[in-house]
């Protein structure tokens, strides 16, 4: 099982913890064209693509937010 965690209220050891274990019915993004969050079936994902890297990859709601997304990139 993966799970990811975090301390709630700061650091100290006062502070809440949370686990949440990874599915593949609970992994989500957010669009970096329009910021829509966008639901991920990571299993599937890792499947299909042999280069396929958690931090790396940018998953776009839909086409026309690729296209602002590159036109944007490309006048920086």
Known sequence: M???KSKMNGN???SAEIA???TDENVYT???GC???IPVDIVED???YEDFD???TSIFCNNDC???????????
């Open 2 to 4: 993966f799970y990811v």
């Open 12 to 14: 100290d050891k006062a």
């Open 20 to 22: 949440v274990e990874i």
């Open 30 to 32: 957010r669009c970096p």
């Open 35 to 37: 910021g829509a969050e």
């Open 46 to 48: 890792i499947r299909r």
């Open 54 to 56: 958690l931090f790396g």
């Open 66 to 76: 690729v296209i602002k997304y590159k036109k944007k990139r490309a006048s920086c």
